[in-house]
């Protein structure tokens, strides 16, 4: 075993390596719009470019899972992904038709969409038999996407959004040389391939189809909003600096979110389903202070909300899963959560998002969220009545243990 000494860099070295992924991650998804925009692409073109991504991970995911698996040498994967990462976001960044965008961004996605699962895999592969939690290194993750959201945007600002590209660059660098300080796991990660074994079982579980549905009505809004704040901002008349205090904004807290529900929630069937009509609801009340939002200042303090809804609503959705879901069946029940929330309500909501915004404008689309999300916040009130009612009670002596522990 290792001393303390010997084993406190490597500790870092994760936190740090997380820091960079997340800051990464944050440029992308936050100031790549504006970038498109700049090139000349409208609204529905920019939904489309990015909702790309999501299409992709279906096949993405499960690719780099199973070359994890074969190879058992998670931190070599992880630095291909991030060197794939590099080398096609700057061809991203270079192409000048919109054809060679959609192609480049295609195989980017391809790298980068999976980083997340894999590298959120690697560090608790670390971190085994420790006794160190994954909550501080998620920590390092949120403090690197704000901290890179509201540091970038003066940049961005006095620079151009041209630099976003170098910015890009310099922050997947710092990520690599941090993964390379990381030594090699002496031990098998032991990672299922692929996890959609049970899908057939799962699919005769019409309640937890139902929870799926309702799930991505509430998630195709939210997908709008992380698409489109940005142009949303701008559009208003706010900086790129105010662009980057949005975005610190709606994650500084999140984290504490998490913490609070993992400490204080109660692992039971109705009590969840009600926070989740209930996290669903103040989704619908954000959607409706964004429709009418009249500055880029309303706009950053609206993102405040975001703490709450999106870390709310994924933590919740994830324990129900758990709870709905047989125990054989739970990896591919968690497989299935994901897909939906990420995957499908991503693909629709870029594209309808983009089309909302295009051809009716900005408050059209978050009015548009705000009717998806108060069916789907009904959804989960009924559902929660059922089981209060006694309607419902799947795995009870499952729900049990689970509350218990």
């Keep these: 075993m290792r001393d303390n000494d010997n084993k406190q860099p490597t500790f ?12 990464t991650v944050v440029l992308f998804t936050s100031f790549f719009p504006l970038y498109l925009q700049d090139v000349g692409m409208n609204k529905l073109e920019i939904g489309s470019l990015m909702s790309v991504g999501a299409l992709v991970s279906i096949v993405a995911n499960p690719f780099w899972g199973i070359w994890t698996d074969k190879y058992q040498n998670i931190r070599r994967i992880v630095l291909v992904m991030l060197t794939g990462t590099l080398v096609l976001s700057q061809l991203v960044f270079q192409a000048y038709t919109y054809e060679m965008i959609y192609i480049s961004i295609l195989f980017f996605y391809f790298f980068q969409g999976p980083l997340f699962a894999q590298s959120n895999t690697m560090i608790l592969s670390y971190i085994e038999n420790t006794g160190h939690r994954f909550s501080s290194y998620r920590l390092w993750g949120s403090l690197g996407w704000a901290f890179t959201a509201i540091l970038a945007g003066p940049v961005i600002e006095w620079a151009g959004v041209s630099v976003l590209s170098y910015l890009f660059a310099v922050l997947l660098g710092l990520a690599m040389l941090a993964l390379v300080a990381l030594p090699r796991l002496s031990h098998s990660i032991g990672i299922a391939p692929l996890p959609f074994k049970g899908f057939r079982q799962i699919f005769y579980n019409p309640f937890f189809l139902c929870f799926i549905f309702f799930g991505i009505l509430v998630s195709i809004p939210n997908t709008m909003n992380n698409t489109f704040v940005s142009l949303y901002i701008t559009e208003l008349g706010g900086s790129k600096t105010m662009i980057g205090l949005a975005v610190f904004l709606s994650s500084i807290l999140e984290m504490g979110v998490l913490v609070l529900c993992d400490r204080f929630l109660k692992r039971k069937i109705s009590v969840l389903l009600g926070l989740l009509a209930a996290v669903s609801a103040l989704f619908l009340f954000r959607w409706g202070l964004m429709a009418g939002a009249t500055s880029p200042v309303q706009v950053a303090l609206i993102q405040i909300l975001h703490c709450i809804t999106f870390g709310g609503f994924f933590y919740v959705g994830t324990q129900l899963t758990m ?14 959560y994901t897909l939906t929330w990420s995957g499908i309500a991503g693909i629709l909501g870029g594209v309808l998002g983009g089309w909302l915004y295009q051809n009716l404008g900005a408050q059209s689309m ?35 243990e689970e509350f218990e522990n």
């Design 12 to 23: 870092a070295s994760l936190k740090w390596f997380n820091f960079f992924v997340y800051g």
């Design 323 to 336: 709870l709905l879901v047989p125990k054989p069946y739970r990896s591919s029940g968690q497989a299935l």
């Design 366 to 400: 978050y009015q548009s969220g705000a009717f998806l999300t108060f069916i789907g916040t009904c959804g989960f009130g009924l559902m929660a009545l059922f089981v209060i009612r006694g309607g419902y009670r799947p795995n009870a002596q499952e729900e049990l």
